[in-house]
């Protein structure tokens, strides 16, 4: 059983940085791409990076991108989301997952194992 846990949430202030981590069990997470994806009350959940399984290639969702990076060493199983210049928008609990292969785009469904998630708030 592959099972990625994130850690690193906290409540931060608006403008702060904070620094996500995800380690998971196994393979299947070195051969495939990484995400994150998050939640906020109410909403639906939503993409937000994602890292194919050498690093080599990432994207970002247009709401975090200049602010977020992703990043995992090569076929390795953890990934990270260093969080810059943080809003109380990006409150929120953060999801990281396993694609189904070595890369994958921000759907949802093209990401097998989830993490529990950390929650991530932001105050102002």
């Known amino acids: 059983q592959v099972s990625p846990v994130e850690s690193g949430g906290g409540m931060v202030q608006v403008g702060d940085s904070l620094r996500l981590s995800c380690t998971a069990s196994?393979?299947?997470?070195?051969?495939?791409?990484m995400g994150w994806f998050r939640q906020a009350p109410g909403k639906e959940r939503e993409f937000v990076a994602a890292i194919s399984w050498n690093g080599g290639s990432e994207i970002y969702a247009d709401s975090v991108k200049g602010r977020f990076t992703i990043s995992r060493e090569y076929a390795k199983s953890t990934v990270a989301l260093q969080m810059n210049s943080l809003k109380s928008e990006d409150t929120a609990v953060y999801y990281c997952?396993?694609?189904?292969?070595?890369?994958?785009?921000?759907?949802?469904?093209?990401?097998?194992?989830w993490g529990q998630g950390t929650q991530v708030t932001v105050s102002s």
């Open positions: 997952a396993i694609g189904l292969g070595p890369y994958s785009g921000p759907q949802p469904e093209r990401y097998r194992y």
């Open positions: 196994g393979r299947t997470a070195s051969n495939n791409a």
